[in-house]
């Protein structure tokens, strides 16, 4: 893997665990869009592991809560961490409707340690986002497989192919007491 992809896997490892973006100029998709980022909302914990580049074969886990945007702005914000042994890093995301589009940052966006948010499209149950931080571009793929479990994958491009670098199935967390509260 060229130097510049193992340099960022660690903001990549976070960032796998963070979700959606969208390109939408119609009322429907802007539809797909909001019911995309009400399906995040919530806590969000799970396994990932770096599967290609200098880090191959880390493992790690991260915990997000996903907030989505309330008013007439689409988006969302996701707070957290990701944890890598007893190394434990912050995560964020906020992604917000610029006119047609989508923009916003992971961490600190492509000025500073992070990643921007540059395109992208959603449906109902998936959402493809392409990323970028100086030279890098790549994609992050987040799909629900069902209302409680979402797997994502971050690839870069590598001359003209995409290459998976992480890998990631995160899991809805529920409240046990507010369930042990509910009697049939």
Do not use: H
């Not at 990549?12 to 998709?29: D, E, K, N, R, V």
């Not at 996701?78 to 923009?103: E, H, W």
């Not at 100086?134 to 987040?142: E, P, Y």
């Amino acid at each position: 893997m060229p130097p510049r992809l193992s340099t960022l896997a660690p903001v990549l490892a976070g960032l796998a665990a963070l979700a959606g973006a969208a390109l939408s100029s119609t009322p429907a998709a802007a539809q797909s869009d909001k019911i995309f980022f009400q399906s995040v909302n919530g806590q969000w914990s799970g396994p990932g592991e770096i599967v290609a580049g200098k880090y191959k074969g880390t493992k790690f886990t991260c915990d997000l809560t996903g907030t989505p945007m309330t008013g007439k702005d689409t988006g969302i914000k996701l707070d957290g961490f990701c944890r890598v042994g007893v190394f434990k890093q912050p995560m964020s995301a906020t992604i917000t409707q610029k006119g047609n589009s989508y923009g916003g940052s992971f961490l600190d966006g492509a000025e500073g340690k992070g990643l921007d948010i540059v395109s992208g499209a959603v449906t109902k149950d998936k959402a493809v986002v392409g990323i970028t931080r100086k030279k890098l571009n790549g994609a992050l793929i987040a799909r629900l497989q069902d209302p409680s479990t979402m797997n994502v994958t971050i690839s870069v491009k590598v001359d003209d192919s995409m290459i998976p670098v992480i890998g990631l199935s995160l899991s809805r967390q529920v409240d046990a007491m507010a369930v042990g509260a509910i009697k049939p």
